[in-house]
Structures are given as structure tokens and as C-alpha cells.
């Protein structure tokens, strides 16, 4: 029997100790890459795992397609996982279910959003949001349901700074977190500056507000998608304002599609892969990623 600690306490225990780059994992493969380069969680973004499915992120896959791609990434890597749930799947009482298949799945924590379904990236315009005590329910189920799960951690994420402002993402935080967040996701912040100003609105970094104990200051994620709302800040920023950790959603999804296309447009224009081969992971790199070793039985890898 294992005496790992469960992911949850191994993902509280990583960000309690500093601020953590969690790269986004678009497949097990990704994940496990993710793992051997020394990450101590990997991510499953909403949009990567929806556009490898070929089609867009505004919530078409389904609860049980999340869940397989977080069982088959935190079996390949061992990390602890942390999951897009988007709205949820639903209401209040899928909310609640997808915590626990979250949980069952492998997932040390989710992250749940306070926009109208169909939901759109967030960082894009056009957005709608929930009415605050809508999401308010929504979390509440979730932390209930997290109890039953090894304390799953739940996010909230909020949009509402692309709709109505900054202030009133501060408000939505600080009313998330009363009704049992452990964390906060602050969507398309537009500076740095206005990451450092939510950090210490909700009790973090060097300007926190002393009004708030520390029993009640929430982890923060901090969001570093390309060619988004956001530009492109540091990990040592975050970590120097009070955030837990910085997720990378699409970047390894982006950097692979972008050399697929390479390839194909080269491929296509020689008829061979001799001008690109050198750029390819050889076969004894991929055998070395997932531990296989030709003619010796295979096990999951540790």
C-alpha cells in the first residue's frame, strides 16, 4: 500500500512552500514530460484539452472526457493534477458530482468559473457571468463535496474583471472564498500592477490588507496564456506579490502545433522528413520518456 501523501496535500504542501509553474498537460505524454523535467503538479486547461478533441473551448466535452484525460495524466506523471472544470457540467448537484469523479479520476484540485453557459475563453470579449449568489451555491456544493474527497482543493475563478471591472472581481473573490474556496483564480488581469492590488485585496503579498486573518487568506493562480489580455509577467513576479502558483494552460499544446505545422508544410512541399528529422525526439528519447525498455516487461511508470 502506498504512503504517498494524497495529491491535495502534496499540491497544498508545494505552494506552501513557494510559488509553482504548473505547465499545462494536452496528454498523458505531455504530463509525463511534465513530471521528468522536475514540475511539481501539471495542469488540465479546458481549451488545450478541448481543441486536441477538435473542437473549440466553449464547453462541448463532456464530464467524463475530462475525467479520462486527468486519470490518464496523473497516471502517466504522478503529479498532482489540478483540472478546468469550467462551470462545472451544471448545476449545483453536478457540481458536486464533478468534484468527486474529479477526485476519483485522480485530480488534487478544480477549478470552477462564474460565466453563463456557454462559456467562452477568458480571454475574450462577449463574456456573461453568473449572478454572485449563483456561484456562491456552486462553491459551497463543491467544498462539501471536496470533504468526501481527500480535501480536493476548489478554485473559484472569476471573470468579472473583462465585465465589470476590477472591483468587482475583488468582491466576487472575497465572496467565493466566505463560501469555502481554498483558492482564487482572478481571470484576465490587464497589468501586473493589477495582479500585485488583487494579491493584497485578498490577503496576499507585501501589501496585504492586515484586516483579513490569515485563516482566510486563499491561495491565488495567476494565469500566463499567450496572446491573451495578460502579458507575459515573470514567475518571480508572481511569487514576489503572494501568488501560489502560475499555470501555463496551452503553451506546450501551442509550441507542438506549431511544429506539426512545420513539419506538414515541409513534408508536403519535399515528400520526405530528411529536413526535419533532426528535430524530431528520437525513438530511444521516447522509450526513455515512458520507462519502456524492448523485450523487458512494462510497469506504470513510478
Not at 489580455?229 to 502545433?257: D, E, Q, W
Request: a neutral charge.
Amino acid at each position: 500500500m502506498s504512503t504517498e501523501a494524497p495529491a491535495p496535500a502534496r499540491l497544498r504542501a508545494a505552494m506552501d512552500r513557494r510559488c509553482i509553474a504548473i505547465p499545462g498537460a494536452f496528454n498523458a505524454l505531455a504530463a509525463r514530460a511534465i513530471a521528468r523535467h522536475g514540475f511539481e503538479a501539471c495542469y488540465i486547461s479546458g481549451a488545450a484539452t478541448s481543441v486536441a478533441a477538435g473542437v473549440p473551448d466553449v464547453g462541448l466535452l463532456s464530464l467524463e472526457h475530462f475525467a479520462r484525460c486527468i486519470r490518464e495524466a496523473a497516471d502517466a506523471s504522478n503529479l498532482p493534477v489540478l483540472a478546468d472544470a469550467d462551470t462545472g457540467f451544471g448545476e449545483a448537484e453536478m457540481v458536486r458530482k464533478t468534484v468527486i469523479e474529479y477526485a476519483r479520476a485522480g485530480a488534487a484540485g478544480l477549478h470552477l468559473e462564474d460565466q453563463k453557459f456557454p462559456k467562452r475563453c477568458g480571454h475574450l470579449d462577449g463574456k456573461e457571468l453568473v449572478p454572485t449568489d449563483h456561484m456562491v451555491e456552486k462553491i459551497q456544493w463543491a467544498a462539501r463535496a471536496a470533504k468526501q474527497c481527500n480535501g480536493t482543493i476548489i478554485c473559484a475563478r472569476t471573470d468579472a474583471r473583462g465585465v465589470d471591472g476590477f472591483d468587482a472581481a475583488v468582491a466576487r473573490a472575497k465572496a467565493y472564498v466566505a463560501a469555502g474556496a481554498d483558492m482564487i483564480f482572478p481571470e484576465g488581469l490587464a497589468s501586473e500592477q493589477e495582479f500585485a492590488l488583487f494579491a493584497a485585496a485578498l490577503g496576499r503579498g507585501p501589501n496585504a490588507d492586515p484586516s483579513i486573518p490569515a485563516g482566510k487568506r486563499p491561495y491565488l493562480l495567476a494565469n500566463m496564456t499567450e496572446f491573451g489580455k495578460t502579458p507575459n509577467i515573470p514567475l518571480s513576479h508572481f511569487s514576489a506579490t503572494g501568488y501560489s502558483c502560475v499555470i501555463y494552460p496551452v503553451s506546450l499544446l501551442r509550441v507542438a502545433m506549431g511544429a506539426v505545422d512545420r513539419a506538414l508544410t515541409q513534408l508536403q512541399k519535399d515528400g520526405s522528413v530528411a529536413g526535419f528529422q533532426d528535430q524530431m525526439q528520437t525513438r530511444q528519447q521516447l522509450y526513455d520518456l515512458i520507462n519502456y525498455k524492448p523485450g523487458t516487461p512494462w510497469e506504470l511508470p513510478a
